[in-house]
């Protein structure tokens, strides 16, 4: 006589799915944070931006040397002012007589000076805030903590001291090459 109980077999159903899911997605999750913790390269590196601001009104000026500027589109801190300074603002219009002539723009100043941003470096080039491809002549719009600017890009250099820098010049290598050729104690 078999009295086997039916009852007592353990069953796989739709509850155990779900929880070896759960158990899987929570695992990914955490290698994908420890990877990206440990295991990504920093590829940011710092770049000196010549710029211009345009119009700007000398009642609500406020920049000020190393103020923090912070990036519009994700709010994220980017760099800082390094150097700065400001000149009459112009336009051009018809003087009394008729003739285009340049004439200055009371209460607005133009800025130009230099900017320090912390970008990303690629193949592509340098992304501001990891996003945004930085290029020669191109608008940005940064702000302070008192105002909101478009800053227009002039030149854009790396900083001493950046992984393109510190490359060993071709010339160092050709003179050792040449040393070792004209070495006595090497015939």
């Known amino acids: 006589m078999n009295t086997k109980n039916t009852n007592d077999t353990p069953r796989f159903n739709i509850a155990d799915v779900i929880i070896i899911i759960a158990i899987i997605a929570v695992v990914t999750a955490l290698a994908l944070r420890i990877y990206n913790i440990v295991g990504v390269k920093d590829d940011s590196i710092e770049l000196k931006v010549e710029f211009e601001v345009e119009g700007v009104s000398e009642e609500n000026f406020s920049l000020k040397e190393n103020s923090k500027l912070y990036y519009a589109k994700d709010d994220s801190l980017v760099g800082y002012v390094e150097e700065f300074y400001m000149q ?3 336009q051009y219009a018809y003087n009394e007589n008729g003739e285009l002539v340049r004439a200055t723009v009371p209460g607005k100043k133009d ?3 230099t900017i320090v941003l912390t970008c990303v470096k690629t193949e592509n080039g340098f992304y501001l ?3 945004h491809l ?3 002549g191109e608008t940005i719009t ?3 903590t008192t105002r909101e600017m478009n800053f227009k890009i002039v030149k854009i250099t790396m900083l001493e001291g950046s992984e393109a820098e ?3 010049p071709v010339n ?4 050792a090459v040449t040393t ?3 070495d006595p104690l090497q015939k």
């Not at 160092?172 to 003179?175: C, M, S």
């Open 172 to 175: 160092t290598v050709v003179t």
């Open 180 to 182: 070792a050729k004209n």
């Open 111 to 113: 800025i130009k000076g």
């Open 129 to 131: 805030g990891g996003t």
């Open 134 to 136: 930085l290029s020669e």
């Open 142 to 144: 940064l702000y302070t």
């Open 166 to 168: 510190q490359t060993t």
């Open 88 to 90: 009459n603002s112009f």
